[in-house]
Antibody, heavy 116, light 109 residues
């Protein structure tokens, strides 16, 4: 069964840092681009970052550019999101998803709360 | 990178059809092969229901269909079922960025 499992969320002070991880299983992880999507409480989906299968090319939304970094370790079938200089507006459930154009498998999400 | 524009809500009775529109700029829809739609039920992860404008993943009923015209994409749900109630999001990958629509809440009356 194809699965994605996020971890690393939690409560962090404003200006702090956090690293999210997403472990994939049941598919050839390195063959697929991966994406992070977030959803603030009561709000819609927001595309955050994406990375190609080999990890060479990355993309970030303007709202996180310069603060967040997406990366992956294909030897561990794991996707990462390094988040720095966190703001209240970054409070959300963070989902990882398989794919870049069409995200066909999603994790259950990990919650990040930035406290003031 | 503004969100694509969707109606905030739509509704319909069981058996009826509803259409959800999704509009953006010509840059947002640079390649319609990269337009997809997602269904989300409360406290659940999103689910892919349409990709490449009008293709359905395995297991998605053919009641769901997609189309495009100009700088807009549409999702049509025919023969509404109670389980179709939820939030729907369009998504477009535009080359060096991607963007979701603001989301549409579908109510099945």
């Amino acid at each position: 069964e194809v699965q994605l499992l996020e971890s690393g969320g939690g409560l962090v002070p404003r200006g702090g840092s956090l690293r999210l991880a997403c472990e994939g299983s049941g598919f050839s992880f390195s063959a697929y681009a991966m994406t992070w999507v977030r959803q603030a409480p009561g709000k819609g989906l927001e595309w955050v970052s994406a990375i190609t299968g080999g990890g060479i090319t990355t993309y970030h939304a303007d709202s996180v550019k310069g603060r967040f970094t997406i990366s992956r370790d294909n030897s561990k079938n794991t996707l990462y999101l390094e988040m720095n200089s966190l703001r209240a507006g970054d409070t959300a459930v963070y989902y990882c998803a398989k794919g870049m154009y069409n995200m066909d498998v999603w994790g259950k999400g990990t919650a990040v709360t930035v406290s003031s | 990178q503004s969100a694509l524009t969707q109606p905030r809500s739509v509704s319909g009775s069981p058996g009826q059809s509803v259409t959800i529109s999704c509009t953006g700029t010509s840059s947002d829809f640079a390649d319609y092969n990269y337009v997809s739609w997602y269904q989300q039920h409360p406290d659940k992860a999103p689910k892919l229901i349409i990709f490449s404008v009008n293709k359905r993943p395995s297991g998605v009923p053919d009641r769901f269909s997609g189309s495009n015209s100009g700088n807009a994409a549409s999702l049509t749900i025919s023969g509404l079922q109670p389980e179709d109630e939820g939030d729907y999001y369009c998504f477009s990958y535009a080359g060096n960025y991607a963007v979701f629509g603001g989301g549409t809440k579908l109510t099945v009356l």
